[in-house]
């Protein structure tokens, strides 16, 4: 088994310059591509990937052996085999520099705690959700930043850590 990676961003887009490096990707790996990226990874149009979001993102897990995260308004969670995992947590606000930093993170960090990539990428994703829920309500909608993410990860964390 090869170590857990995330994918997101930079590595993103080489490897939609370097698709060759597909073969070299695996069910131990997860891809956070936000619409853009993935028009880049599969070669469709931005409208076509918002018409078929969760389509798109089976087919390119699929492709790849890979777990998709494809983020949206309703972050689209698959291994391209089992069940599609849809998040209804989190809110507009999220959509700020940074937000995705952090939700790799958190993806990654859940993985090296021994989660597997398919248990690691919706938790994070729904944990990183209620995050943004959480901190909205301090900052408002156009206040939020990555940073009160992270704020509210330890806040959801200690939330469930103490029932």
């Not at 939700?103 to 209620?130: C, D, N, R």
């Not at 309500?137 to 993410?149: E, I, K, N, P, R």
Request: glycine share 12%; proline share 2%.
């Amino acid at each position: 088994e090869k170590n857990p990676l995330v994918l997101d961003a930079d590595g993103l887009n080489l490897l939609a310059m370097h698709p060759q490096w597909k073969e070299f990707l695996g069910g131990n790996v997860v891809l956070t591509p936000h619409i853009g990226e993935m028009s880049r990874l599969c070669g469709r149009s931005i409208g076509e990937i918002q018409e078929t979001i969760a389509q798109t993102a089976v087919d390119y897990a699929k492709e790849t052996g890979t777990v998709c995260v494809q983020k949206d308004a309703c972050t689209v969670v698959t291994d391209g085999k089992d069940d599609i995992y849809l998040n209804l947590s989190g809110n507009s606000g999220m959509a700020t520099a940074g937000s995705g930093d952090v939700l790799s993170g958190l993806i990654g960090a859940l993985m090296a705690q021994k989660l597997t990539s398919y248990q690691a990428a919706p938790l994070g994703v729904y944990l990183h959700g209620l995050a943004g829920d959480i901190m909205v309500q301090t900052t408002g909608l156009q206040g939020l930043t990555a940073s009160d993410l992270i704020t509210g990860i330890k806040k959801v964390l200690n939330i469930y850590t103490q029932q």
